[in-house]
T-cell receptor, first 117, second 109 residues
Framework: DADVTQTPRNRITKTGKRIMLECSQT?????MYWYRQDPGLGLRLIYY???????NKGEISDGYSVSRQAQAKFSLSLESAIPNQTALYFC????????????????FGDGTRLSIL | GQSLEQPSEVTAVEGAIVQINCTYQ??????LSWYQQHDGGAPTFLSY????GLEETGRFSSFLSRSDSYGYLLLQELQMKDSASYFC??????????FGSGTRLLVRP
């Protein structure tokens, strides 16, 4: 089983719809992140959360909201989807207590491919 | 502002050595990470440099010069499976990552 699970893996929807992307993890990590990946632009941070009570905006948070329901769950919502939000979305986790603490590697889910028509 | 620059594409021959460079302009720099992403896959962590110098992990090495705001990823004994995109990412003081646009590496037989 994957340590970081994203659902759905693919979604096609229409402009104006509300969409929720879900992320759950079994790694026991406190820190969770949502990224968006567009061709040629790398990964850009949308929101991040360092624990259940901590939510922070990233580089491109406009048009998105998040909910950290539990340590293991972090959801991303598009309240009213628009076509330029078509992208590949990744959830990631990291652990400040990682034995490689200086590196703080992030562990990514397999992504959600979202298309908005 | 924060920016990272890396070449968009590199081609090399199986068995050869390739170097992927990354220059950065960021505030609150804490270290440089490298991630690999195969087409359709998730990014996976490769290497991290918090201090100047070379870090070696098997066939992969990564280098950092903080005074030059420059780093590179060195891949030796290239294999076909190394064909992928490689991202450098700066870690800031709050443990966020800022990613470069990625370098697509094509390994030819």
């Amino acid at each position: 089983d994957a340590d970081v699970t994203q659902t759905p893996r693919n979604r096609i929807t229409k402009t104006g719809k509300r969409i929720m992307l879900e992320c759950s993890q079994t790694k026991g990590h406190d820190r969770m992140y949502w990224y968006r990946q567009d061709p040629g632009l790398g990964l850009r941070l949308i929101y991040y959360s360092f624990d259940v009570k901590d939510i922070n905006k990233g580089e491109i948070s406009d048009g998105y909201s998040v909910s950290r329901q539990a340590q293991a769950k972090f959801s991303l919502s598009l309240e009213s989807a628009i076509p330029n939000q078509t992208a590949l979305y990744f959830c990631a986790t990291s652990d400040p207590r990682d034995r490689r603490s200086t590196s703080q590697p992030q562990h990514f889910g397999d992504g959600t491919r979202l298309s908005i028509l | 502002g924060q920016s990272l620059e890396q070449p968009s594409e590199v081609t090399a021959v199986e068995g050869a050595i390739v170097q992927i460079n990354c220059t950065y302009q960021t505030s609150g720099f804490y270290g440089l990470s490298w991630y690999q992403q195969h087409d359709g896959g998730a990014p996976t962590f490769l290497s991290y440099n918090g201090l100047d110098g070379l870090e070696e992990t098997g066939r992969f090495s990564s280098f950092l010069s903080r005074s030059d705001s420059y780093g590179y990823l060195l891949l030796q004994e290239l294999q076909m499976k190394d064909s992928a995109s490689y991202f450098c990412a700066v870690r800031d003081s709050s443990y966020k990552l800022i990613f470069g646009s990625g370098t697509r590496l094509l390994v030819r037989p």
